[in-house]
Nanobody, 125 residues
């Protein structure tokens, strides 16, 4: 069974940091573009970041640049989202996604083939 499983979410205070992980299983995701999305209560899902299969190229949404960074370790079939200086408006369920046919620029407007189940991040002021 092919799966993406997120971990690392939790409840933190504003200004804290968290690192989310997303590990794939069932097959290698080393040739996929992978990314992170989030969905806050009552809002639509939004794109956060994407990373190329090699990890060399990344795309982080402009509003999060400087605070969020995406990385990957293909040997571990895992991607990460480092989130620094968290704010209450970052509260959301964070999902990872993977797609062989996306690019880091098109993933934000596509529906990737694979999704994780999500991990909750709650930031209090």
């Amino acid at each position: 069974q092919v799966q993406l499983v997120e971990s690392g979410g939790g409840s933190v205070q504003a200004g804290d940091s968290l690192r989310l992980s997303c590990q794939g299983s069932g097959r290698s995701f080393s040739v996929d573009v992978m990314g992170w999305f989030r969905q806050a209560p009552g809002k639509e899902r939004e794109f956060v970041a994407a990373i190329s299969w090699s990890g060399v190229s990344t795309n982080v949404v402009d509003s999060l640049k400087g605070r969020f960074a995406i990385s990957r370790d293909n040997a571990k079939n895992t991607i990460y989202l480092q989130m620094n200086n968290l704010r209450p408006e970052d509260t959301a369920v964070y999902f990872c996604a993977a797609d062989k046919d996306s690019t880091i620029w098109t993933m934000k407007r596509e529906n990737p083939d694979f999704w994780g189940q999500g991990t909750q991040v709650t930031v209090s002021s």
